[in-house]
């Protein structure tokens, strides 16, 4: 069952978003050589308690904390700990969340830890990122779930990759519905599977964690042996980016970007939806 939002709960996912948003750039901030990945939890940890917010990833499933940090091979849900210590040159995913008043809203990117980055790191991180709103673009009145794994899948696959080959599209991870919960139906996938068909039609009160994973090489992927970081099986590095997403009658709505989403939209010819808390 998908959940459709009212234009109310929909405001209240907002607040939630501009929460992830705030994580987002305080961590983003703090992802400098020598930080590691605990102070970057550490730093999440704070925003959620000043914005009098919750966490939705610490005790989820019997996750150890407020947010994921993935680090260079490792494509989603790294454990933050003392021990991983950012180096320049490293590339590190952070996937954050947080509840106000039982609404959720969830969000990812991939920073690069100070400088000296191969172009191929740099490319891998641009092409899932606007894969990613390629897909936010597809969310239109009327078109379906799976117009929106085409479009990501599409602009991955018409971007050629430095050294050649082919991007691995992550095949056992994909995007959600959210509202209630942090992952509700439908799964998104972030390819088109036959399988799957059409999937259900896009409506106002529809709302998507739209998350392309992508690696340097293989789509494959394995979980290390504490149960949640997912790794590249040939040890290719990989990149996440997340936004959660809410149609309306006038468009989508951006929850988790700070300005809806209005900028990056125009760019693809597409209005955004006006923000209810503005």
């Known amino acids: 069952m998908v959940q459709i939002k009212t234009p109310e709960q929909i405001a209240k996912m907002r607040e939630a978003g501009l929460v992830v948003a705030a ?21 999440a ?21 407020t947010i994921c ?29 947080a509840i106000v008043d039982g609404w959720h809203g ?12 191969a172009p191929e790191l740099v490319e891998l991180s641009r092409v899932t990122e606007e894969s990613m709103w390629a897909g936010i673009a ?16 599409t602009y991955i696959r018409r971007q050629p990759k430095p050294g050649g080959g082919r991007y691995g599209i992550i095949e056992d991870y994909g995007g959600h519905g959210i509202g209630t919960e942090m992952h509700m139906d439908p799964h998104l996938l972030n390819y088109v599977s036959r399988k799957r068909g059409k999937g259900p039609k896009l409506v106002p009160g529809f709302c998507l964690a ?49 300005d809806g989403g209005r900028a990056k939209l125009a760019e693809l010819g597409v209005t955004a939806a006006p923000d209810p808390l503005a």
Do not use: C, Q
Not at 23 to 43: C, N
Not at 46 to 62: E, R, T, W
Not at 106 to 117: K, L, N, P, Q, R
């Open 23 to 43: 994580i987002h750039a305080a961590t983003r901030e703090a992802a400098v050589p020598g930080a590691t990945t605990k102070d970057l939890d550490d730093v």
């Open 45 to 65: 940890r704070k925003v959620i308690a000043d914005h009098g917010a919750k966490s939705n990833f610490l005790g989820y499933g019997g996750f150890p904390a």
């Open 69 to 97: 940090t993935s680090v260079n091979e490792v494509v989603v849900h790294g454990i933050p700990d003392g021990k991983t210590v950012l180096k320049d040159g490293d590339i590190i995913s952070v996937d954050a969340g």
């Open 106 to 117: 969830d969000a990812a990117f991939t920073a690069f830890v100070g400088g000296g980055h």
């Open 138 to 153: 597809a969310m239109k009145n009327g078109n379906r779930l799976v117009d929106v794994s085409r479009a990501i899948e």
């Open 210 to 258: 739209i998350e392309p994973m992508v690696s340097l090489g293989t789509p494959h992927t394995e979980v290390l042996s504490d149960d949640w970081t997912v790794i590249t099986t040939d040890g290719t590095w990989s990149s996440h980016w997340e936004h959660s997403v809410a149609l309306t009658e006038e468009g989508p709505l951006v929850l988790t970007a700070v």
